[in-house]
C-alpha cells in the first residue's frame, strides 16, 4: 500500500494506492473518486463486529456504517477527504504503537487496525458531548481528519502539556490525563465552564488549530450561502 496526502493543509485529500487483494476501510462518505478496478463495500454495524461499542463512541447513526475498499488489480487506488477543512496526519501503529484519538477525527485505516472504545475514569472527554475516546492498536496505517492544520506538541516529564479538548486529535497512549473545568475557557461564548486536558509523562499530543465547536457557536455555517455551508458538531463524530 503506498498513500500520497496532497492539497494540505486546508484542504487535505487522501490517495490511496493497493496491491492486488490489499484494502483499506474509511468512514462514510469519505471516497472522493476511486479506479474502475477498485472493489467497494459497505459494512454495517462497524469493523469486526464492534456493535455496541461503537454506538458508545459515536452519536450519529452514519458512523455506524464503514465503507472498504479492496483492489482487484495492482495499481488500484482510491481518494478520499474529510467532511470538513482541513488536515491528514498519518499514524504507522507499528511504530508509534497504540494511540487514543477523539471519535470524529477517523477517516481511514487498515484491515490490521483495530478499533476500541478507550475507557477513561474522565467520562466523556470532551466538552462538546457529542465525541468520544477511542484506541487504535495493531500494525497497519491509521489516518486521521484535523479541523484546520495539525499542530504536534512533545510531553516529557518536567514538561507537561495542557491543552483545551475540543482541539484535540490524538495522543500517544502511556500518557497521563488529567481533566480540569477551567471558567476562563470559553465560558462566555458558550455559557458555561470550558474544559482543559493536562497531558504529563513521555509522549506526544495531535492537536487541531480550529475549533469546530467555536466556529459552529459563531455561525460560521452561516456566511457564502446559508447553514449548510459550514461544518456542524455532527460533521467531526
Request: charge should be negative; hydrophobic fraction near 35%; aromatic fraction near 6%.
Amino acid at each position: 500500500m503506498e498513500f500520497d496526502i496532497q492539497k494540505r493543509p486546508s484542504n487535505a485529500i487522501l490517495r490511496v494506492t493497493m496491491e492486488q487483494g490489499e484494502s483499506i476501510r474509511a468512514k462514510t462518505g469519505a471516497m472522493v473518486s476511486r479506479s474502475d478496478t477498485m472493489d467497494t463495500e459497505a459494512n454495517v454495524g462497524g469493523d469486526g463486529g464492534l456493535g455496541g461499542m461503537v454506538k458508545s463512541a459515536v452519536s450519529s447513526s452514519k458512523d455506524l456504517i464503514t465503507n472498504e475498499f479492496t483492489a482487484r488489480e495492482s495499481g488500484a487506488n482510491v481518494v478520499l477527504a474529510p467532511d470538513h477543512p482541513g488536515d491528514i496526519v498519518a499514524f504507522d501503529l507499528g511504530e508509534t504503537g497504540r494511540i487514543k484519538s477523539q471519535s470524529g477525527s477517523t477517516l481511514a485505516w487498515g484491515p490490521d487496525v483495530n478499533k476500541s472504545s478507550a475507557m477513561n475514569e474522565t467520562g466523556n472527554l470532551f466538552s462538546s458531548g457529542q465525541l468520544k475516546v477511542l484506541a487504535l492498536d495493531g500494525t497497519g496505517m491509521a489516518f486521521l481528519s484535523a479541523y484546520g492544520s495539525v499542530y504536534e506538541v512533545d510531553v516529557s516529564p518536567g514538561e507537561p502539556a495542557i491543552v483545551d479538548e475540543d482541539h484535540l486529535v490524538a495522543w500517544t497512549d502511556g500518557l497521563n490525563l488529567d481533566r480540569q473545568k477551567d471558567g476562563g475557557i470559553k465560558s462566555t461564548m458558550l455559557g458555561g465552564e470550558g474544559y482543559v486536558s493536562k497531558f504529563s509523562g513521555d509522549g506526544r499530543v495531535w492537536l487541531q488549530t480550529r475549533d469546530p465547536i467555536v466556529f459552529q457557536s459563531m455561525g460560521g455555517g452561516e456566511e457564502g450561502g446559508g447553514e449548510d455551508d459550514g461544518p456542524s458538531v455532527s460533521d467531526f463524530i
